[in-house]
């Protein structure tokens, strides 16, 4: 006599068993759902790595750097000059439509004909301080 008690009939089954013959039945099949699932996938990753190599590329420093703008941008650091001040000198180099907006750090002029003209009352004073603050000592040329 067996040492197990006898089963219900419901438990000998194997409930794994109806999964099984379909995993068998569909072996060699690949369902149309799940290729495009992986061509979507694999497209995805492809896009993915693609745009990570553009914004790399543009960011590492191979690009050159002969912009005027940037020139004005590294000035202003160099010179440490806060956001406000760094704004002001902006708004002037383009009110004054320059196309090198470097003169500003050259020629004490340009900082003096903006105080008198669009950016008089507080940014004037503002204005003021930053001439004296970049041209310690130094004289407006003639002419």
Known sequence: ?????????????????????????????????????????????????????RLLERCDGRRPTDSRWMLFVRLCGAHGLRWRERWLLWRIAREQRLDEPAWLFLDPRRLEAAAGGPFQGRSASQLEALRRRLFAGIDAPAG
């Open 1 to 53: 006599m067996s040492p197990w008690p006898k089963l219900a009939p419901w438990a000998q089954t194997n409930l794994l068993e109806p999964f099984a013959r379909e995993i068998q039945q569909r072996e060699g099949r690949i369902e149309s759902g799940y290729f495009l699932t992986g061509l979507s996938v694999v497209a995805a990753l492809a896009l993915g790595v693609w745009l990570l190599a």
